[in-house]
């Protein structure tokens, strides 16, 4: 079993940068995709960030992100501390949302269906 606990989420100005982690344990992290998910009030459930788990020979991940994040979020893993961090920076006010980290065995996908493991979540506002 896989348990995900996230953390670093509150309050924040319009223009800020924040920082989450999520912290796995159960099976071996290093096998494991993740992704980062939010979810406003009265929408669904979207990605904003995924890494693979496959890094290669030279410990690059293949990363994705949305159109409305490109360029300001940022998706990193630690490998040896079975970690997955979350860096935002120019928040805006539509960033606002619970987040949710996400984990699965294998490749990398943006479908929230095929993360069969999940946090809690921790809520990030952006107020202006």
């Known amino acids: 079993q896989v348990e995900l606990e996230e953390s670093g989420g509150g309050l924040v100005q319009v223009g800020d940068s924040r920082g989450l982690s999520c912290l796995y344990t159960g099976r071996a992290f290093k096998d494991a995709s993740l992704a980062w998910f939010r979810q406003a009030p009265g929408k669904e459930r979207e990605i904003v960030a995924a890494i693979d788990w496959n890094g290669g020979p030279w410990n690059t991940f293949a990363t994705y992100y949305p159109d409305s994040v490109k360029g300001r979020f940022t998706i990193s893993r630690d490998n040896a501390k079975n970690t997955v961090h979350l860096q935002m920076n120019r928040l805006r006010p539509e960033d606002t949302a619970r987040y949710f980290c996400?984990?699965?065995?294998?490749?990398?996908?943006?479908?929230?269906?095929?993360?069969?493991?999940w946090g809690q979540g921790t809520q990030v506002t952006v107020s202006s």
């Open positions: 996400a984990a699965r065995d294998g490749q990398v996908s943006r479908s929230r269906s095929d993360y069969p493991f």
